[in-house]
């Protein structure tokens, strides 16, 4: 419909109708985002709870009226204008709350956990190599800077040297996976991540059940721990970290995203969709599988550092098996592929709970029964994957 | 090595291993009849133990049992938890859940144990902590030589092994045993032959999950003390041991169980220097294992799983 009405105007007022669509988008996402920027920062319980109505309404207009369906198509339609509002309004809000050290904190957890769920969607929901030790990963990342951070490598080395190391990890059980598929597989993964833990509580080389200190995360020279002003401004020093770990989100997302729509997405679906289809039309099934379980690790261990370096410490805990179901519910909740909707689910696991303390004793059974209801009613998530569209390459390659 | 030491290793690793085995049992059935993981199995372990617990208490502190009423109380508590748990998920969540991707199950199934082990830590006064479980069996200690074994422990042995037994004879000998075996052939054929397939199912799930029950009172007896959250190692455990030996069969998952509490008890006689390595060196061995044979040690007949 829309479309028809584009091609029967003028091109000057194609231009103007395409504008005022990516206005209209980029005031969605701002909206949005300065509505869960709201969020982290509120701490009255009435607010909390007025903002969660007010998104759950927001939820079920997009979902239920026609103008709301309109509006997610439009924003699907102009990725680029939602990924720069999105860009803009988290710098906004960054500059905005910059003393607030706890709701600073706040966002680069969230950052970083969607990071690692970035890694996982590139794993389970792309390639279909499940990973039940998630949290495992991420721990190991955070022991590389515990271990490596006052040698005086740069930080940015470190970082990559524990994505490396994470990977390289996942390399000890990567023929097993191969091998195994399903329940198999996941049950793999969950021994590792179990063995794991184990070994790093009973080493005393790796400081045993009390861990490690982390150094603060340095950019070329300058401490992220010693930044308090900015120019005239004074800041928190989580500050620096909700940025990095806001970049590294922004980074992790164009990897996925650019894997995602090149032939190596297509490979992804097809391996898990159908094995044997997919090798009968010459994929390697191992191949893609290591690389995407690979790449995913990586992910995973560099979100992992920098979140141990902003925590300061890091222990055998955090790579228990409740952390990486946590992360699993993330990708659950927000919909199989979806990184936007990992953003979301992150806040709701992660945000919500610190935010109403009279479900803190409770949330564990909640996030539980809310994982089961979406998985019996609603398996695709709250936000599901958009279907591959490939109809516009077929009628002449245009977009 | 001192035999009666070695005598006490190996009657410890007998124990574990017919506990991990009657959890294993567990898995395998619900994957014969069902081709799913139920992953709260574990956690069913540690409602049968509390349930036991729980009962065994109420009584107390109501009449004074004898000894083996008091255990009977307890034994019918944690095998009906154990039931009736294992129903309830079964019907609620894994036969609506029958065609969806494996992974989807698996993930429910964990979080139906999450709320299992939450519901007991915030249903019993101050859950978080360990409980002490109460001396249900008789005390007294057999000992030869420098080894020695208290009465319970050969008690609830003695008693694990013939459940074990036993279930193999429901299995093998009994009007559910065919149809489950029926069922896990084929399900359809089974159903034009007049099984009727929820009720064997959940017959299959009441079954697996009064054995788990059954563990929880075990483990509660044997090691005096038992903890809301038992269930999460003991159901990766008894799930690990199950795939090793070859789930949907028997004997696979039997075998599983002694297996893993075989290199356990290993790993803590041949590393003497700190036997925390245990899980470290039985899961090593597990991961090792399923890469080597992904189908199971035994392998189901006519299968094409992994």
New interface residues.
């Given amino acids: 419909m829309e479309t028809a009405q584009l091609t029967g105007t003028r091109p000057a007022e194609v231009v103007r109708t395409q504008g005022l669509h990516r206005l209209l988008v980029a005031a969605i996402v701002a909206l949005l985002f300065a509505g869960g920027g709201f969020l982290l920062h509120s701490e009255a319980q009435g607010e909390v709870i007025a903002l969660l109505a007010a998104f759950v309404a927001i939820f079920v207009f997009a979902e239920r009226l026609s103008a709301g369906r309109r509006a997610i198509a439009l924003c699907r339609a102009h990725p680029g204008t939602v990924n720069l509002a999105a860009a803009v309004s988290v710098l906004a809000i960054a500059a905005v709350l910059r003393e607030e050290h706890y709701t600073l904190l706040m966002m680069a957890t969230v950052a970083l956990f969607a990071t690692a769920a970035a890694g996982l969607t590139l794993q389970?929901a792309f390639a279909g190599v499940?990973n039940f030790a998630g949290a495992g990963f991420f721990a190991i990342g955070a022991y590389v800077p515990a271990v490596l951070g006052g040698t005086g490598i740069p930080h940015l080395v470190v970082l990559l040297i524990a994505g490396c190391a994470a990977a390289l990890l996942g390399l000890a059980?990567l023929?097993?996976v191969l091998?195994?598929?399903?329940?198999?597989a996941?049950?793999?993964t969950?021994?590792?991540g179990?063995?794991l833990r184990?070994?790093l509580?009973?080493n005393d080389v790796l400081g045993g059940p009390q861990g490690m200190k982390v150094p603060a995360f340095s950019l070329f020279g300058l401490s992220f721990a010693r930044i308090t002003e900015i120019g005239p401004y004074d800041v928190s020093f989580y500050l620096p970290y909700a940025l990095a770990g806001c970049a590294l989100f922004a980074l992790a997302f164009f990897v996925v995203r650019r894997l995602e729509t090149s032939f190596v997405g297509l490979a992804f679906d097809a391996v898990r969709s159908d094995e044997v289809a997919a090798s009968v039309f010459g994929l390697s099934i191992a191949r893609w599988k290591a690389t995407a379980f690979l790449i995913g690790n990586a992910m995973i261990g560099v979100a992992g550092a920098l979140y141990g370096m902003m925590n300061g410490f890091v222990n055998p805990n955090s790579a228990n098996?409740?952390d990486s179901?946590i992360m699993?519910?993330i990708l659950?909740l927000g919909g199989f592929g979806n990184l936007w909707g990992a953003v979301v689910a992150s806040v709701v696991i992660l945000v919500i709970p610190e935010k109403l303390q009279a479900i803190q004793?409770?949330r564990?059974?909640i996030?539980?029964?809310l994982?089961?209801a979406i998985?019996?009613f609603r398996?695709s998530g709250l936000m599901p994957r958009a279907t591959r569209d490939l109809s516009a390459l077929a009628m002449g390659g245009q977009r | 090595m001192d035999p009666g030491l070695l005598a006490q290793y190996l009657f410890n690793g007998l124990m574990l291993g017919t506990i991990y085995a009657i959890v294993a049992v567990g898995f395998s059935l619900f994957f014969g009849v069902l081709d799913v993981?139920k992953f709260s199995h574990g956690d069913v372990v540690a409602v049968g133990a509390f349930s036991a617990f729980g009962a065994a208490g109420l009584t107390a502190a109501l009449v004074a049992l004898p000894g083996p009423l008091a255990l009977a109380v307890g034994l019918v508590a944690a095998l009906g938890a154990g039931a009736v748990s294992g129903v309830v998920i079964g019907r609620v969540?894994v036969l609506?859940?029958k065609n969806?991707p494996?992974?989807?199950v698996?993930?429910?199934t964990?979080?139906?144990g999450?709320?299992l082990r939450?519901?007991i830590r915030?249903a019993v006064p101050n859950g978080g902590n360990p409980k002490p479980f109460p001396a249900l069996l008789p005390d007294g200690v057999l000992a030869a030589g420098s080894f020695s074994v208290g009465i319970d422990s050969v008690i609830i042995l003695v008693g694990g092994l013939a459940v074990v037994l036993a279930t193999h004879l429901v299995i093998t000998r009994t009007r559910l045993g065919l149809a489950i075996r029926a069922v896990a052939q084929d399900d359809e054929v089974a159903q034009l032959a007049g099984v009727n397939f929820t009720k064997t199912v959940l017959g299959t799930f009441a079954l697996g999950s009064m054995l788990a029950g059954l563990a929880g009172l075990m483990l509660g007896l044997y090691y005096r003390e038992i903890n809301f959250n038992m269930g999460?190692?003991l159901g990766?455990i008894g799930?690990?041991c199950a795939?090793v030996g070859g789930?949907g069969s028997l004997i696979g998952p039997i075998l599983g169980g002694f297996l893993f509490a075989g290199i356990q008890t290993l790993a803590t006689v041949v590393l003497p220097f700190?036997s925390?390595?245990k899980?470290?060196v039985a899961?090593?061995v597990?991961?090792?294992l399923?890469?080597l044979f992904?189908t199971g040690l035994i392998a189901e007949k006519s299968s094409e799983r992994?």
């Fill in positions: 389970m499940p059980i023929l097993p091998r195994t598929r399903g329940h198999y996941a049950l793999v969950i021994a590792f179990l063995l184990s070994f509580e009973v098996f409740g179901l699993l519910s659950v004793e409770y564990l059974v996030f539980a029964l994982v089961i998985l019996r398996p | 993981i969540l609506p859940l969806a494996a992974v989807n698996l993930l429910a964990l979080m139906a999450t709320v939450e519901a915030l999460i190692l990766i799930f690990a795939v789930l700190t925390a390595y899980d470290v899961f090593a597990i991961i090792a399923i890469g992904p992994v």
